[in-house]
């Protein structure tokens, strides 16, 4: 039995941004164009051509009046926006004594910000300072610097806040897609970085810098969702030195390192799929990609404190914290992290733990770690690639001179699993490997239990379950979750056990999880997931029917065939599993499908012991 942190059960309770609202309304509008004159007024009819003109031309606040903030918008019109240095408003920008221009940016219709595939800008594209603020709609691309900054440089002292970000793509960019440092309470959604750190940087070789797709550096109560990142040289997302925050829905895919957790505690990592592609090129998964040695495809997860510091002079680990001197900062290490409902699909690693930095003084923790409730099928590598695991807790070194610098781990718990591989083609590659140094003085409290594998191994526990015929590949579960969903037909999918926390009520579909037993995996059992309709009692469904099949503009479904006596339980899934409306339905019942949208779906009918299942299509 595992325990719990101190603080809140799994569930931490992230604020969001709040934005054009209040105090915080958005007073003045300036319009820009990329045929637009800076002798314009800035009007929507008459709209400036220059960032800087148009930053020019928003005012600061009041001083005594709303904290001596003003909130102001640049609307863009479409178009490209050629530059050769960016759009940067600095701090001497946004601060004018005791006052204030807090800037937005939206795009109206397609907005590109940047230089061109052979003329790369060479400043960061967008950089904006202030706080309650939004940017939407735009697209950045072809830079060497960073694509979207967020910083101030009187942080910590002066930290930005409020920032919601919003379908936003950061494509081919030198440096960071978007790098936000020393920001509370930001919301990144439906929002893309592609190809961050590669342009310019192919001919790197060992040691290279790690830049990131999305990173989240000091920052608190941050959320990502929706989200693609991709074709990163370094991390895809990372969280460094943060605390509080929330990543769910997105998918990572294709970076050097897909997740990595640096130092931050308080984190849910929920509900996203991670991949890396067949056939893409082992360039995608090498940080410094001129190196030649076989590698293992890219890692789902990385967990480690190295123990880097703001602004001020250190480290040293103190008390499982970071702890910076001039200024004096503490940031939490690992602490707290709940990584569960995610698919990992053709990892090197699917979760790595790695000691950090060992020439620090002081031990750094990592510490109420619960993954739980994933599916990790397949791998992916260069043959003769060094040995990987799917779970790999790498802790070589001990520096037994001071014989206290060291990373240790406490309250590991990795239970409610799949992990499946192909062994055969990946004969090196283990389901658990722990590298200890033989004088580590500990503790390494890790549980593994409760996961069903593919493999025999030491660390399958008295709970946990092994079968060689569990699937080891599949094609891309980007579009389709049948060939791994629990279900008759698969399963081998099927292990259930009694749930890792009470608040994991749905599965990686928002499907409903079954109570008290739950499946392991992050897909919850199913009745149906095979596409073709099926009945348990054939001889008895020519009795049953559902009509208007196809159902064109109707707003009901309507059965004919149940037993009269009493009602039968629905369920309308789409094809991939997911249910958008159940119920209860009597003999010639009524079913609503009203604020259904249209498609091919599947509805199963439980009566009597029977289960009853007819495709059907509705069609506006």
């Known amino acids: 039995m595992f325990c719990l942190p101190i603080w809140t059960y799994g569930q931490f309770d992230i604020a969001e941004p709040v934005v054009n609202t209040g105090n915080y309304l958005i007073t003045d509008t300036v319009y820009m164009a990329p045929d637009g004159n800076d002798a314009n007024p800035g009007t929507f009819a008459l709209p400036v051509k220059s960032f800087s003109v148009a930053l020019q031309k928003l005012p600061y606040g009041t001083a005594g009046v709303n904290g001596g903030n003003a909130y102001g918008l640049i609307r863009m019109h479409p178009g490209f926006y050629e530059t050769a240095t960016g759009f940067q408003q600095y701090s001497n920008n946004w ?57 101030r440089p009187t942080a910590p002292a002066s930290r930005q806040n409020h920032v919601l970000i919003e379908n936003v793509q950061v494509d081919s960019v030198g440096n960071f897609s978007m790098l936000f440092k020393n920001v509370d ?200 690639a060094p040995a990987s695991a799917m779970v790999n807790f790498f802790f070589p070194n001990y520096n037994a001179v001071f014989n206290s610098f060291y990373g240790t781990m406490q309250n590991v718990n990795i239970t409610h699993n799949i992990f499946t591989y192909d062994t055969l083609s990946y004969p090196l590659m283990a389901p658990v490997r722990t590298t ?39 094609y891309m579960l980007r579009d389709s979750l049948y060939s791994i969903t629990p279900c008759p037909e698969n399963a081998a999918f099927i292990f259930n056990a009694s749930a890792a926390f009470p608040f994991i009520t749905n599965d990686y579909s928002y499907f409903p999880r079954n109570s008290p037993l739950t499946n392991v995996g992050a897909i919850e ?7 073709e309709p099926f009945a348990l009692h054939p001889n008895e469904i020519q009795e049953f029917r559902v009509y208007p099949n196809p159902c064109f503009n ?64 509705i069609a506006k």
């Open 436 to 474: 200890f140094h033989a004088m580590h003085p500990g503790p390494l409290d890790i549980t593994l239990d409760g996961n069903l594998w593919n493999k025999n191994h030491a660390f399958v526990g008295a709970n946990g379950l092994v079968r060689t015929n569990l699937p080891v590949s599949t």
């Open 95 to 151: 601060q004018n004594g005791n006052t204030y221009r807090n800037v937005s940016i939206e795009g109206m219709g397609e907005v590109i910000i940047g230089g061109t595939a052979n003329s790369f800008a060479t400043g960061h594209l967008l950089v904006l300072t202030g706080n309650h603020i939004f940017i939407k709609n735009l697209k950045l691309r072809y830079s060497t610097g960073i694509g979207l900054l967020l910083s």
């Open 185 to 384: 309470t930001i919301l990144v959604r439906n929002s893309s970085s592609f190809y961050a750190s590669r342009p310019g940087n192919e001919h790197l070789l060992s040691p290279c810098q790690w830049p990131s797709g999305i990173k989240f550096f000091d920052c608190h109560e941050s959320t990502i969702h929706d989200c693609e990142i991709a074709y990163t040289r370094g991390e895809g997302l990372n969280f460094h030195n943060s605390e509080r925050a929330d990543a769910y829905n997105n998918i990572l895919h294709d970076n050097g390192l897909n997740f990595y957790n640096d130092n931050s505690a308080k984190l849910m990592v929920h509900h996203n799929l991670i991949y890396n592609t067949p056939g893409i090129g082992s360039q995608y998964w090498r940080n410094c990609p001129s190196d030649t040695n076989k590698v293992m495809a890219s890692r789902g997860f990385l967990i480690a404190n190295e123990g880097a510091c703001d602004q001020g002079n250190g480290p040293v680990f103190e008390n499982c914290s970071t702890k910076c001197t001039l200024p004096l900062e503490y940031f939490s290490n690992v602490d707290s992290m709940y990584v569960y409902n995610n698919i990992l699909q053709h990892v090197g690693s699917a979760f790595g733990f790695w000691q950090g930095v060992t020439d620090i003084v002081g031990v750094n923790c990592i510490r109420n770690v619960f993954i739980f409730n994933n599916t990790v099928i397949g791998a992916l590598g260069e043959s003769g």
């Open 525 to 531: 059992q199913r009745i149906i997931c095979n596409p």
């Open 554 to 617: 109707c707003t009901s479904l309507f059965t004919t065939g149940l037993n009269a006596e009493t009602p039968a339980y629905y369920q309308l899934h789409t094809v991939d599993g997911k249910i958008v409306a159940d119920g209860n339905v009597w003999s010639s019942g009524e079913i609503p499908v009203r604020q259904v949208s249209p498609g091919m779906y599947f509805l199963v009918l439980r009566t009597g012991g029977n289960i009853y299942s007819q495709r059907v299509v």
